[in-house]
């Protein structure tokens, strides 16, 4: 499966991305809003957002590419690793 986390602490790409290859699943990392970020996302099999550690314009502009795509979209308030984990987990319980 193909994640992409909108947000988060950039300190932690690593780790997040070290999260999902161990849960078996391929990763992008969008900690900040760089240029052209919304073409790089692609069409994963799910969008996680990092609501507490993003822009509201980044937020929307994630939401709005998900919409178009219909990519499944999780919101994570902390940004942490083992909220990373939960959320991952939830989606593919349900």
Same mark, same amino acid.
């Given at each position: 499966?193909?994640?992409?986390?909108?947000?988060?602490?950039?300190?932690?790409?690593?780790?997040?991305?070290?999260?999902?290859?161990?849960?078996?699943?391929?990763?992008?990392?969008?900690?900040?809003?760089?240029?052209?970020?919304? *073409?790089?996302?692609?069409? %994963?099999?799910?969008? =996680?957002?990092?609501? &507490?550690?993003?822009?509201? +314009? $980044?937020?929307?502009?994630?939401?709005?590419?998900? *919409?178009?795509?219909?990519? %499944?979209?999780?919101? =994570?308030?902390?940004? &942490?690793?083992?909220?990373? +984990? $939960?959320?991952?987990?939830?989606?593919?319980?349900?």
């Amino acid at each position: 499966m193909s994640v992409v986390i909108v947000g988060g602490n950039e300190r932690m790409v690593c780790q997040y991305e070290t999260i999902c290859r161990e849960l078996g699943h391929t990763a992008k990392v969008f900690a900040k809003e760089k240029g052209g970020w919304k *073409k790089q996302l692609g069409c %994963p099999d799910l969008v =996680v957002l990092f609501t &507490s550690t993003v822009s509201h +314009k $980044m937020v929307n502009n994630a939401l709005q590419e998900a *919409k178009r795509n219909r990519i %499944p979209v999780t919101r =994570v308030r902390s940004s &942490s690793a083992s909220a990373l +984990k $939960m959320a991952l987990s939830t989606y593919q319980a349900g």
